[in-house]
Structure formats: C-alpha cells, structure tokens
C-alpha cells in the first residue's frame, strides 16, 4: 500500500488548510484511516481517525475545528483544518491499516505563522 500525502503549507493563524492522502488501493479494504503529526523531538501523535463504519476521533486540542472525511471514488481521506493555531505546525502524515499491517505516507509541512 502507497500513500501520498498533500496539501501543506505555509498560512496565518486562523486560516485553513486541506490535507489529502491519496492510496494505491481500494480504501474501503482499509480497517482505519488516520492522521499524525509530529514536530522534532517530539512523538508523532495521532490528529485524527476514521474507521470503516465513518466513526470519526480527533485528539482534544483539534476538536471543532478538524474534520477527516473521505471519498472513496478517489481512494483518498482527508483533513479539513480550520482555524488553524500556531500549535498545529507540524509534519503531517497519513497512516492506514490493512490486514493488521500499517502503512504510512511521507509527511507534509503545515506551518502557521502569527
């Protein structure tokens, strides 16, 4: 499974970005559809989650204000971020699950500027 991660960027606080992630295969074979981010010598942490059934969890700090959604006819999942914080800056990445094996995209930027 490839991933290819997009849509980052360099924005003012308070603005938007879209994140996409794109899959070589089918995602409705996908058990989960996630996002992370990370920032240097820190954990990557999990932003936001879609399972099969589109029960959707966001971590508390993007509640309100990210939303992950998908679009099958695209084989892609998404990250809709509003009201983006200086916090959010970060690498971006996306991360599915298939048959018990995870797979990761290669992060992109998102940078908020005051």
């Known amino acids: 499974v490839q991933l290819q991660a997009s849509g980052g960027g360099l924005v003012q606080a308070g603005q938007s970005l879209r994140l996409s992630c794109v899959a070589s295969?089918?995602?409705?074979?996908?058990?989960?559809m996630l996002w992370f981010r990370q920032n240097p010598g820190r954990q990557r942490e999990a932003v936001a989650s879609?399972?099969?059934?589109?029960?959707?969890a966001y971590m508390d700090s993007v509640k309100g204000r990210f939303t992950i959604f998908r679009d099958d006819n695209k084989n892609a999942w998404y990250l809709q971020m509003n009201s983006l914080q200086l916090e959010d800056t970060a690498v971006y990445y996306c991360?599915?699950?298939?048959?018990?094996?995870?797979?990761w995209g290669k992060g992109t930027q998102v940078t908020v500027s005051s």
């Open positions: 879609l399972g099969t059934l589109g029960n959707a």
């Open positions: 991360n599915a699950s298939l048959s018990g094996t995870r797979y």
């Open positions: 295969v089918n995602i409705s074979t996908l058990s989960s």
